[in-house]
């Protein structure tokens, strides 16, 4: 591939937390309804009148489409500056930019909406040389117009083309526009998979992408089997979990009370971290951590479930936990046996300890979150 049109809304940009939360405002205040997100297929990767047409319908509203939009576009737009920019979204774009790859943008959403979008983001609206938005062709996705025009305004042939989606709108759109697509699913549960299947490749995120797989230059910032990031914290008393840690793995976890830190957790790709731990006064011990659903024990709710490197004579619940996460190690995946998935937690283990003695990853062992 020699050029890479992106998606935005999902796929570079989260905005779908500022339209469940400009919804759920909306609807108790007008309606006295409560928004639950049902039938997101529906409004994901849709122009905004189709996504407001698919809540007139689902919440049973007493008003038309082109009135549930009047009413809510403002509130939406006005939140757009708070879209922050996906895991792994600033790192490949930085990527592609450097390799002197051409990208644009092919999205649904309208002109004026997208140009607000990337406003907030310092260098964005210059890194794309083509935008083309979804009042500026005859047919939105999953018509391959948008992309299509993409790529003649990028002079280039749509089988050169390599496009990035997080809906199934447009991987419907970028495969009939002849061209090789990515998914990154914005609808991860199991119900939806089917919806992805004619994608060329899933990835969980971002930070998942290996262009050397579609004929780009290679990521070269891998340190020690990990990937350094921007490192995040988090804190909480030491729980009881699921029971399965020391019990059915043999891999004892100290798990936390997601509530403190559930709308920081929602914004973190779920996969395989490492870091540093501080428990209580007994010292700063090298973690690795899974955040996530656990394909394998298919959870209910997701969860971040770190282990400590290091062997405990005894239970700590209820003591304070205090965690740095400072590298990515893979994606979140399923195991066809619980042997299989032993074994992986434990190589995951040793990369962690490995990766933490040197840098970058060492030197937040001295952070002073972990020294107060």
């Not at 993409?150 to 042939?157: E, F, S, W």
């Amino acid at each position: 591939m020699s050029n890479v049109i992106f998606d935005l809304d999902g796929t570079l940009l989260d905005t779908g937390g500022i339209v469940d939360e400009v919804c759920e405002e909306f609807l108790v205040a007008k309606y006295g309804k409560q928004w639950d997100g049902r039938n997101p297929e529906k409004r994901l990767g849709k122009k905004p009148l189709q996504a407001a047409a698919a809540i007139v319908e689902d919440y049973e509203l007493p008003c038309t489409p082109e009135q549930f939009l009047a009413e809510t576009v403002d509130l939406v737009r006005g939140r757009f500056r708070n879209a922050k920019a996906l895991p792994g979204a600033n790192r490949l774009l930085k990527h592609l930019v450097a390799h002197k790859i051409p990208i644009a943008i092919g999205s649904n959403s309208y002109r004026s909406f997208i140009a607000e979008k990337l406003a907030p983001h310092s260098g964005w609206a210059e890194t794309f040389p083509v935008i083309v938005a979804g009042d500026e062709v005859q047919e939105p996705k999953p018509s391959p117009q948008i992309f299509l025009e993409a790529a003649k305004q990028l002079d280039a042939t749509p089988s050169r083309c390599l496009v990035i989606e997080d809906s199934p709108t447009g991987i419907t759109a970028g495969k009939a526009a002849g061209m090789k697509v990515v998914a990154v699913p914005s609808l991860p549960s199991k119900a939806s998979r089917h919806l992805y299947a004619s994608a060329d490749h899933i990835i969980s995120s971002l930070l998942d992408f290996k262009p050397e797989l579609w004929g780009l230059p290679p990521f070269q910032d891998w340190i020690a089997n990990a990937l350094p990031i921007e490192p995040w914290y988090i804190s909480g008393p030491v729980i009881r979990g699921f029971g399965r840690g020391s019990k059915v793995l043999g891999i004892p976890t100290a798990n936390l009370p997601t509530g403190a830190f559930s709308k920081q957790l929602a914004e973190q790709v779920c996969g395989i971290y490492l870091g540093w731990a501080r428990l209580s006064d007994k010292g700063v011990f090298k973690m690795v951590m899974s955040v996530g659903w656990n394909p394998y024990f298919d959870n209910a709710e997701k969860t971040v479930e770190p282990w400590l490197l290091h062997e405990f004579p005894e239970d700590f619940y209820g003591e304070e936990l205090r965690l740095i996460v400072v590298g990515y190690i893979r994606p979140e995946a399923n195991f066809s046996s619980l042997e299989d998935l032993i074994n992986k937690i434990h190589e995951d283990g040793r990369i962690a300890k490995a990766a933490l003695d040197v840098p970058p990853y060492s030197a937040f062992k001295e952070d002073k979150f972990l020294q107060q």
